[in-house]
């Protein structure tokens, strides 16, 4: 799928005209997830994260802060699952990632060995009860609450897609019935059922709007 410049909100989702059928395209939320809408971790501005043949890049429309890939800002969980180096005693730790070290110290309970293991680091995608990018771990730039429930989107590209099927009072699975791969995973099949229900249609529409001139 190509994408748009995410900076400013695409011109069809400025216009706003509701649609009376929605035809599933059958995109995987990871066919979205090729660039994102974040928060400048300088100055909280609104921050673009493009792909770039070198990896992403983040630049920030506000201060104009930019930041290649390295440094980890959202939640993360570093975990240890291994055994004793001197008595072979399973050992295992898990604690919480700060983005720096990729070693956790361990100390063995059979025999008080101590040593440091490298950790499988498990990046993710809340932090602080807000949705991040898979990039930097930043907060999205376009979400809000709603009714309790958070509602999100990568980029304007990915609103304007929910947009129009919300809007739809008649939509359809538009992808071939026998790929059932395909429609297991698209996007649109797994929303959850605060975005799907009628009754909210109305109201996530108009946050929906004020989102798109964020």
């Known amino acids: 799928m190509q994408m748009g410049n995410a900076m400013y909100p695409p011109a069809a989702a400025m216009k706003r005209y509701p649609m009376e059928r929605y035809s599933d395209p059958g995109l995987a939320l990871f066919d979205l997830a090729t660039h994102y809408v974040v928060e400048c971790p300088k100055c909280a501005g609104k921050a673009l994260v493009k792909p770039k043949e070198e990896g992403h890049k ?15 800002y959202g ?38 060995d101590e040593c440091e293991y490298e950790a499988h680091i498990t990046r993710h995608a809340q932090h ?27 980029h304007y590209e990915h609103l304007e897609i929910l947009e129009h099927y919300i809007a739809a009072k008649h939509r359809e699975r538009g992808i071939a019935p026998r790929n059932t791969i395909k429609k297991n995973s698209a996007m649109l099949s797994r929303l959850p059922a605060f975005i799907t229900r009628a009754g909210n249609r109305e109201a996530l529409l108009k946050l929906i709007k004020e989102l798109s001139v964020k």
């Open 58 to 72: 983040l630049v920030c429309t506000a201060c104009f802060h930019t930041e290649m890939p390295g440094h980890w």
């Open 75 to 112: 939640a993360a969980t570093a975990y240890v699952s291994v055994k004793c180096r001197e008595c072979h005693h399973p050992m295992q730790r898990s604690t919480p990632w700060n983005g720096l070290w990729k070693k956790l110290a361990m100390r063995c309970e059979q025999c008080g």
């Open 128 to 154: 602080g009860g807000r949705m991040t990018d898979a990039v930097y771990g930043l907060p999205l730039w376009l979400q809000a609450e709603f009714r309790e429930e958070l509602f999100w989107a990568f």
